[in-house]
């Protein structure tokens, strides 16, 4: 696993933040086994917004009143449901999900979103993956608040040129 968080890395070097997230998905999605959907929601007026992906089509917009994504927003912690059927509100965007796993996303300590990850096996994510997703999830913090960054200096160079 250490080679996913290196290849992770790479790819989220890119300099172009919607590049990094695609293909941080694919990646997931292609090299983590019996995955059906991998990707992003991003938190945006006070609903979850879908954001690049790997896997069948997906909600465009998720409320935060019910579902997994939005536990996981309004605790601002990693959710593991081992099985969605006996999660309370699950939305079921893909029917053959069996399990999922939520992890908040910060831009500059600020909730940015959400990586979604789902299943089709029932209980697939224990405490060893859960852990690498956990450090999949520093180096995303890492890398949104680096956009924050990047896009200050940017305008930061547009606002001197006008001068």
Not at 20 to 29: E, K, P, Q, R, Y
Not at 31 to 46: P, Q, T
Not at 61 to 69: A, F, N, Q
Not at 85 to 92: Q, T, Y
Request: proline fraction near 2%; glycine fraction near 4%.
């Amino acid at each position: 696993m250490e080679i996913l968080l290196k290849q992770a890395a790479n790819l989220l070097d890119d300099r172009d933040l919607l590049a990094a997230l695609g293909n941080f998905s694919a990646l997931i999605f292609y090299e983590v086994e019996d995955l059906n959907w991998v990707g992003f929601y991003r938190l945006k007026n006070d609903e979850l917004v879908l954001g690049p992906f790997n896997g069948k089509v997906a909600c465009s917009h998720l409320s935060l009143k019910s579902g997994v994504c939005a536990l996981s927003v309004k605790k601002e912690e990693v959710v593991n449901v081992k099985n969605v059927h006996d999660f309370k509100g699950h939305i079921a965007c893909d029917t053959n999900s069996q399990s999922e796993l939520v992890l908040p996303l910060y831009q500059n300590k600020k909730l940015w979103g959400v990586l979604d990850i789902d299943s089709p096996k029932l209980d697939r994510f224990k405490s060893e993956e859960v852990a690498l997703f956990k450090k999949l999830q520093i180096l995303l913090n890492e890398r949104l608040t680096q956009a924050v960054f990047v896009k200050e200096v940017h305008d930061l160079h547009d606002f001197q040129s006008m001068i």
